[in-house]
């Protein structure tokens, strides 16, 4: 891969700290945040265009809340100004390289690479249903809290070659311990951590079937022994160059009798159903409030797979 310079002066420039802010602010423009930093809006975009100039920009300290849907986890927050336009500022630039080296098969926080896109891909392959007989299935232990900086930094360094880039990016990898659920960049730095990785899958081991959404990952193959296979040198490769160490929930298991649970849905070779715990919550959001506005959502998923009994079920007044 070609390593890229030059990109600091782009990231700082005053036209570049506008179109970030004005990123960061959509849907948001009524937070504190936003509100406060609007009261002197160009000024403070002059004093970060100085700082990041200047290199006198730290991170802010965090504050953190925790989410319970769909697992209980730390989400870690920054305030607007500084931190959360200059992490849009930085992506305004890096976005397209870092997407550049991604996989086809990698999804999770990628324009037009989200669930639907990721669904529609395994569907696809279950199409071949002899190619596709058996499934494993993992994912990694504490993926964000478990990314290793001085490993992260390494990689981004076999990308980028920028000085001033990488002693910006050093400055907010080293801002917390792992990567911070929560920080705009940080779900970049997650996917990048693990491209040289999925490259590795595609191009060594020429794995036809491979998915990736954050860390959760699946395969699918003719035969059972070469996933076991596969497994076994997946699990060497996370832990000897990344850190990182595969959850004991793993399973190789045959597609027609237990279905593959993978972004939000269980996916068969005939058909396509809705997660069960997600099928809880729409019944659940449904008893609550049954306003079409509160299930939107939900109507959203269920119309990318075979949901007519379910909907029947639950909205039976309603015709599908």
């Known amino acids: 891969m070609k390593r890229k310079g030059n990109l600091y ?24 945040g936003v509100l406060l930093h609007n009261r002197s809006k160009e000024d403070n975009l002059v004093k970060l265009h100085e700082m990041l100039l200047n290199k006198t920009y730290r991170t802010s300290p965090y504050t953190t809340f925790k989410v319970y849907e769909p697992k209980e986890r730390d989400v870690f927050r920054l305030p607007y100004f500084p931190d959360r336009i200059t992490h849009h500022a930085i992506m305004n630039v890096l976005e397209p390289i870092f997407v550049s080296c991604f996989t086809s098969n990698t999804y999770s926080c990628i324009k037009k690479k989200g669930i639907h896109a990721a669904a529609n891909d395994v569907r696809r392959a279950l199409r071949d249903v002899p190619g596709t007989e058996y499934c494993l299935k ?30 910006l990016l050093d400055e907010i990898i080293d801002s917390a311990e792992g990567i911070p659920i929560g920080n705009y960049l940080s779900q970049y730095f997650a996917n990048f951590y693990l491209t040289y990785f999925d490259h590795w ?20 193959s003719n035969s059972k022994s070469h996933l076991h296979n596969v497994f076994h040198e997946i699990k060497s490769y996370l832990d000897d160059n990344l850190k990182l160490k595969v959850k004991d929930n793993w399973q190789i ?31 659940r959001m449904l008893k609550r409030n049954p306003n079409p506005l509160s299930i939107a959502s939900y109507w959203g998923w269920a119309k990318h797979c075979n949901s007519v009994n379910l909907l029947n079920k639950l909205l039976p007044n309603e015709r599908f």
Do not use: M
């Open 9 to 32: 002066n782009r990231i700082c420039s005053l036209d570049n700290l506008s179109l970030a802010d004005a990123k960061a602010q959509k849907g948001k423009s009524g937070q504190y």
């Open 138 to 167: 993992l994912d990694i232990t504490k993926f964000y809290p478990s990314i290793d900086h001085s490993i992260l930094k390494g990689l981004i360094r076999r990308k980028f070659k920028d000085p001033d880039l990488l002693w």
């Open 201 to 220: 899958i595609k191009e060594h081991h020429r794995i036809k079937y491979y998915f990736r959404y954050a860390d959760d990952l699946v395969i699918l």
């Open 253 to 283: 298991f045959p597609v027609a009798s237990r279905g593959i649970d993978f972004v939000g849905y269980k996916f068969f070779h005939t058909h396509v159903l809705l997660r069960k715990s997600i099928k809880q919550r729409f019944a």
